[in-house]
Structures are given as C-alpha cells and as structure tokens.
C-alpha cells in the first residue's frame, strides 16, 4: 500500500521530491535526479515555471516547432506548434506549401461573443421574477462598473443579460445567460468575476424586492461560471483553388477532388469518422493553442460541443466543388487571448507570439483555425491516396530507432534503410540486430 500525506503543499521542493521518490518510485536518487535534470538551469525561470500550478517538481518538455511558409490573409507566417505526435508539424508545413502556391489561406472572423451564466433556483411566480429582473437589470450592470472598467477602455465589456426559464429541465432552475466581449484577453477571470458579482446583486435585490414572498425573496445562487461553449465566437477559414491545380497530372486531380469530398461526405455522416476526423483538425490546432499558451482542454471542450450542435457529432470541416472550383473550409469556435494568463509569463509563449508578429485574438482565431484545416487537409490527403502509414511511421521510425537505443552511426544506417523498407517496430529491432552483428 502507498502513503498517503498530510499537507504535502507545504513541503519545500526538495522535501516534496524526496517524499514521492522514497514513496511511489523503486530507485529514489535516480528519481530525484531525473527530476532535477529537467529544472531550468537559470533559477529565475525554473521559478516563474515553479509557480504556475502547485506542487511543482521539475518541467515536463513538448518538443516547440514551427511550421514554416503559411500564407493567410496575403501575409506570411511561420506557425509555432508544441506537440509531440510525429509527423503533425510536417503534413502542416506540407499542407501551408501545397495551399501557398495556390493563392494561400483566407480567414475571417464571423463572431468574438463570449457567455456565462448565473444558474440559480428560484421558487415562485415565473410572472414576478420576470418583473424583478427586469427591475434590477440595470442595477446588475451598474454593480460590475469597477470590474468593467478597464475592458470597456479597450472597447469590451458586458453585452447582454438576460433570464432564461430552465423549469422545463430543472424545476425551479432559471439562468442569467450573460454574453460578454473580451478584446486580446480569453476572459476567463473578467467573466467569472462579473458573474459572481451579479449573482450577489441578485440575491441581495431579491432580499428586499417588495413583490416578492418569504419564499420568493430566498434565491438559491448554484454557481456562477462561464460556458467554455462560445458558438457565437467563431473564425472560418478556407481554401480554394480549380479542381485541375490540385495534381500536376489533371486526371488525378479529379479523382482526388472527388475523394476528398468522399471523405468529407462520411466525416459528416458517420460519427466514429468524424471523432478521428476532427481529432486530426485538434492536432493542429492544439499545438498552436499550447504553443501560444491558451487553454487547450477549453478549446476541446466547445470545438466538440460545436460539432454535435445539430444533434449528431459531425465534421468541423467543409468541401465543395463549384464551376470546377474546389472549396474547402472550416468554422471554429475558439476563445484565445493573446494577453493575459500565460502570455507574459511563460519566455516560450512569449516568444510563439512574437513569432507571430504580436497577433491581436482575432488574428491567433484566424491562425488557429488555419493550423487545424491545413492538418485535416494533410491527414485527409494522405488517407485518400497513400494511406496515413508510409509517412507516419517514417516520422515514428526516429522514435523508435531512439527507444532501441541506436547511437548516430546507427541511426544514420537505419533512416537508409527503412527509405527502401516498411517501417514496424519487429522490422527496425531485426535490422539494428543486423547492424550490430556485423
Ligand atoms: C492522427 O493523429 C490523425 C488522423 O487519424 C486524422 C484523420 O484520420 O483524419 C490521421
């Protein structure tokens, strides 16, 4: 059985290391020097990391890449990914090179509207509370003026309250669904923190509105939180060019206009499809979203409730072929922040966003939104023509030519090789055996 520990957040660093190395690893001093290895060898640094989160022992690496010549807009970027999967941040720069012959990336903004919402429980007359509300609007905004007032400087703010009877679902459960714009900033803490303040407004004017009973006058505040779901917070991008300048060959460049919206046509359909479909377009745009230090596991969470919002979970991707003119689009819901949380902590957030050249949020919408659809146009490319393995296991054959152990004489003798070669793991074993052998 393993210890447990009373307060383990009060330990010093190396006190922690030692309690969870001597506790939970089988070689306690190769632990903590494993753990010691990956501190940031500047002090200052490994403690703008140490204080992110709690309980921090050592950093865990991504590899930070760079998928170099996308076109957006007419203006160049070169897009930092962090991502382990091998092979994402190739098929994005071949997808960026293949669509940048081809006039480029277009993107536009088509919403920036944020939500939150106050859920409460309110027993009474739906009539009177609908009165009250209406009464205290004003009220409600005016108790968020101190938290408002340097969003509406930059031009954001709150954009709408409103009371939304949910006694269908719940009894006695209504909303204040709050839609807020949030500029360069995700939002996040302005959101939460209008919300929590119009919920204290709302029970304290209910308190003492004089239309209401006893029982009325009691309203049962469960939580105030933002939606990570922003449907009305989205950027569409696209790309388009004649079906006959999609292969050098015209024949092929037909036939492969014609998969491409096969492939489509099932993601659309057929949702165990478009789970891996759209994981393919989260490979993109995870990497951006991280690498830029936003929240990736918020942007999952609306990205996939955007795609069930028809009531079947279906493609975030798009095609069509008009007038022999091949069109083929994506439209996200992303919330991202180009200020604040970790944008002017962490040096390598810091440095993604001047690799971008400082992009406002629309600007890292657009950029985002073009990472997944040039991931989904690569994925899909390969899988409708040679199939996803040729060049995925070359990319994991360095992997697992690394786990084997192999030194760079090796290393070089093998990439060589499996060029000729089916790559799996059995085959590269049985090759380096080879090469040791003789
Ligand atoms: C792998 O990470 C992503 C793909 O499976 C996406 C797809 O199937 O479209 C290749």
Redesign the pocket.
């Known amino acids: 059985m393993k210890a447990l520990i009373e307060g383990f957040s009060k330990l010093d660093k190396t006190e922690k290391m030692t309690w969870l190395a001597e506790n939970y690893t089988s070689n306690p001093e190769k632990t903590v020097a494993l753990l010691q290895k990956y501190w940031n060898s500047d002090p200052a640094t490994q403690k703008v990391h140490d204080e992110f989160i709690e309980n921090t022992l050592s950093n865990y690496y991504l590899p930070f890449a760079v998928a170099p010549n996308f076109t957006i807009n007419g203006k160049n970027y070169a897009i930092p990914m962090a991502i382990e ?1 091998s092979s ?1 941040v190739a098929a994005a720069s071949k997808a960026a090179k293949f669509w940048g012959s081809r006039g480029g990336f277009k993107a536009e903004i088509l919403g920036t509207e944020k939500v939150g919402q106050v859920h409460f429980i309110f027993h009474g007359e739906t009539a009177k509370l609908e009165r009250f509300f209406e009464d205290s609007h004003p009220k409600l905004l005016k108790s968020v003026g101190d938290i408002t007032q340097s969003m509406e400087k930059r031009g954001g703010g709150v954009r709408s309250i409103s009371l939304r009877d949910k006694t269908q679902e719940i009894p006695g459960y209504f909303q204040l669904h709050c839609t807020f714009e949030t500029k360069d900033a995700m939002g996040a803490n302005f959101i939460n923190s209008c919300l929590e303040q119009f919920a204290k407004t709302l029970q304290e004017l209910a308190e003492s509105y004089p239309d209401f009973s006893e029982t009325e006058r009691q309203i049962e505040v469960v939580m105030s939180i933002l939606s990570n779901y922003v449907p009305n917070c989205i950027v569409k991008a696209s790309v388009s060019c004649p079906v006959k300048d999609l292969h050098n060959n015209s024949s092929k460049a037909s036939a492969f206009a014609q998969k491409m919206m096969q492939a489509i046509a099932i993601a659309k359909a057929e949702p165990y499809r478009a789970v ?2 759209n ?2 377009v989260m ?1 993109g745009v995870d990497a951006v979203v991280l690498a830029t230090g936003n929240d990736f596991r918020a942007v999952e969470a609306g990205v996939h409730a955007y795609a069930a919002k028809d009531g079947t979970y279906s493609s975030l991707t798009h095609a069509s072929i008009e007038d022999g003119i091949f069109h083929f689009w994506i439209e996200l819901p992303l919330a991202l922040g180009t200020v604040g949380g970790l944008t002017s902590l962490h040096p390598m957030v810091k440095l993604a966003l001047e690799i971008l050249q400082h992009p406002t949020a629309e600007e890292l919408m657009q950029i985002v939104a073009v990472a997944g659809l040039a991931q ?1 146009f690569a ?2 490319n ?2 409708v023509t040679t199939g ?1 393995q040729k060049g ?1 296991m070359k990319m994991h054959l360095l992997n697992i030519i690394n786990q084997l152990g192999a030194n760079d004489d090796e290393k070089k003798q093998l990439v060589a090789h499996f060029e000729q070669n089916t790559v799996s793991v059995s085959g590269v074993k049985a090759a380096l055996d080879n090469l040791r052998k003789s």
């Open positions: 999967e994402v891996t479909h994981k393919g490979n989904n994925a899909l390969s899988l996803i995925h």
